[in-house]
């Protein structure tokens, strides 16, 4: 029984470990020790739930609900999830990594449980949403963008424009006007995919000195 349940938290891990890897590629909030650890611990928790009140005796007038642990597993890895969204500057970032992070328990525990086979198979499908997926359709993900900011310099904006067509984000409309102080105010309409949208155009916002969102839709 032991060997079995060493190979149950061996096999959570190793899994869990595999998503954290493209996760860790990736640089998303959440890496590889983040979903090991949360695959691990999922599979201990059911372990314990299923198998840990074994030596409790039980009577048709008391009966413990052992499987309140497992359940409190699939509420409480919300936390950490939550901790992974970052709102910033009208954007939401690691809303897929907190996704991830769910999945993954819910793989520590399968494997916890014993079932192998369903494991396994979720862990592929994920890889294969995260990573597969996202290199072969990235034309799934497209939206429309529109983003407002302003600018000291016309030259900024060029820069913009210039790395963002080099990323493959396509500009569908370009206003510009001058506000009281001088200061260009810029508004953009583009299609790009979501994971481009963002990990890129915030951040390279962000880095044009002088730059200031207004928003981004």
């Known amino acids: 029984m032991l060997t079995s349940f060493l190979l149950r938290i061996a096999a959570a891990a190793l899994l869990g470990g595999l998503i954290g890897i493209e996760r860790g590629f990736r640089a998303k909030e959440a ?3 983040t979903h090991f650890l949360v695959a691990l611990g999922a599979a201990v928790f059911m ?5 840990g009140f074994d030596d409790v005796v039980f009577t048709d ?26 709102f910033q500057r009208h954007a ?24 192998y086979v369903i494991a396994a198979f979720t862990t592929l499908l994920v890889l294969i949403g995260l990573e ?55 508004k953009l ?3 790009a995919a979501h994971s481009k949208y963002s ?9 044009l000195d002088g730059v200031e969102i207004e928003s981004i839709e």
């Open 92 to 115: 939401v970032h690691g809303l897929t990594t907190a996704a991830g992070l769910w999945v993954t328990a819910a793989i520590g525990m399968a494997a916890g449980a014993g079932l």
């Open 132 to 186: 597969v997926l996202h290199s072969l359709l990235p034309h799934v993900n497209n939206r429309a963008i529109t983003a407002t900011f302003t600018a000291k310099e016309r030259r900024q904006v060029d820069l913009l424009l210039a790395q963002l067509k080099s990323d493959g984000v396509t500009i569908s409309g370009f206003s510009s006007s001058t506000d009281a102080a001088g200061r260009l105010v810029v």
């Open 31 to 33: 890496g590889f020790r």
């Open 61 to 86: 007038s008391y009966r413990l609900d052992v499987s309140r642990i497992a359940a409190q597993v699939v509420s409480g890895i919300g936390f950490i999830g939550a901790g992974t969204i970052i």
């Open 189 to 191: 309409d583009m299609k």
């Open 199 to 207: 990990d890129s155009l915030l951040h390279l916002l962000l880095e």
């Open 47 to 51: 372990i314990l739930s299923a198998h």
